[in-house]
């Protein structure tokens, strides 16, 4: 798992930290932005997977990307949690399209309103 590998890596993600909430209204850089999303989803306890251009460039590729694909094993129950834990402020996410995606298998978007 690519996240497992990145934080065994980078000694700044460690597994006993909380999601720490971004200032407002701050760009954040693509690294900057996945270690915030991998707290989350740590403090969260769910499982994931970072995939698409992110991971290739983790493995020396170097590709033009913005944006962060992201595979989470998430359920109906949490879906509320899950969303809630990205501050309105900072982010835009639909927790209708999340549970609609959850339903059916399918993806979602979290658009960082600050893009670095």
Partial sequence: MIAGM??????????DRSPEKPPEGYPMEPSELLQFVARVLEGLDL??????????IYYGEPRFTNDIDIVVILTAERVQEFCRAFPTSD??????????AVREHGQFNIIHRHPG
Avoid: K
């Fill in 6 to 15: 990145l934080r065994e890596e980078h000694p700044d993600w460690s597994n």
């Fill in 91 to 100: 982010f835009y996410v639909s927790e209708g399209a999340a549970r609609q």
């Fill in 47 to 56: 499982r994931y997977l970072v995939t698409g251009s992110i991971a290739t």
